[in-house]
């Protein structure tokens, strides 16, 4: 593959679909749906659900190219061991990190509340990274993987903006990524931060990052958006 061209925030993002990942931050039920890490915090998990059917065609879109995806789950191991108490103890939720909720163990790997939403779901060969932190590359070997593979760029969606997806995409950053948040395809439980978030991560010549639609995205990739 080639170079494309993307009209995006602040200018151009131009990147090449075989040295780049499409990055899915957190797209679990504990975020989405009802029952879940989101909601037990007090949160409208209906915002969330909105950007579903875009990110979902934009997954579509980057099967159909071949090129490497990558899913994260927020996710802790069943002891907690990797759940710091400052994590766990923090706020007033309904429910804590580890409780048993409607949808199992809260945030614990493999518990039905912790999967990623079916239409969403990973195929064979994807990667799939289980993050204790809110950064995908913090105590994961997320990084390892995308160098194996060549890989430069990343172009971002998931949940919540500006939580995990911040985080991971000024981790990125730190590691050398061009990255590009689609602003259509990520959500916050609070508009103005996922508005501050675009923000940003765009100031001063894309400091962090560029932001685009997925529109923009699909009609390089030559589908109808
Ligand atoms: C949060 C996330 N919001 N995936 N996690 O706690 O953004």
Same mark, same amino acid.
Request: hydrophobic share 45%; with cysteine; net charge negative.
């Given at each position: ?26 797209? *679990? ?27 979902? #065609?934009?997954? *579509?879109? $980057? ?23 400052? +994590?766990? /103890?923090?706020? *007033? ?27 969403? %779901?990973?195929?064979?060969? !994807?990667? !799939?990274?289980? +993050?204790?932190? +809110?950064?995908?590359? &913090? %105590?994961?070997?997320?990084? !390892? /993987? ?22 991971? /995409? ?6 050398? &990524? ?8 990520? !959500?916050? &439980?609070?508009?103005?931060? +996922? #508005? ?7 100031? *001063?010549?894309?400091?962090?990052? $560029?932001?685009?639609?997925? %529109? ?10």
């Amino acid at each position: 593959m080639s170079n494309l061209t993307l009209a995006a925030r602040p200018f151009d993002y131009v990147f090449d679909p075989a040295h780049t990942a499409l990055l899915i931050i957190d797209m *679990q039920r504990d975020f989405v749906e009802p029952g879940g890490f989101g909601e037990s915090l007090g949160n409208d998990v209906s915002l969330l659900q909105a950007i579903v059917p875009a990110c979902q #065609a934009v997954l *579509q879109a $980057w099967r159909t190219l071949g090129a490497c995806v990558v899913h994260t789950r927020e996710a802790h191991r069943p002891d907690l061991g990797d759940c710091p108490p400052a +994590k766990r /103890l923090r706020g *007033q939720p309904r429910l804590r990190i580890g409780d048993m909720g409607p949808m199992g163990r809260i945030l614990v790997a493999g518990e039905p509340g912790n999967q990623i939403i079916p239409e969403l %779901a990973p195929l064979p060969g !994807e990667i !799939e990274i289980d +993050k204790p932190g +809110k950064g995908a590359f &913090y %105590a994961t070997g997320l990084h !390892e /993987l995308l160098q194996q593979r060549g890989i430069t760029h990343l172009i971002i969606m998931g949940v919540t903006t500006e939580v995990c997806v911040q985080t991971s /995409l000024r981790e990125a950053n730190d590691r050398g &990524y061009d990255c590009l948040l689609l602003e259509d395809c990520t !959500e916050s &439980y609070f508009a103005a931060f +996922k #508005a501050a978030t675009l923000d940003m991560v765009t100031a *001063q010549g894309a400091i962090v990052g $560029w932001v685009a639609p997925s %529109a923009a995205l699909l009609g390089q990739l030559g589908m109808p958006a």
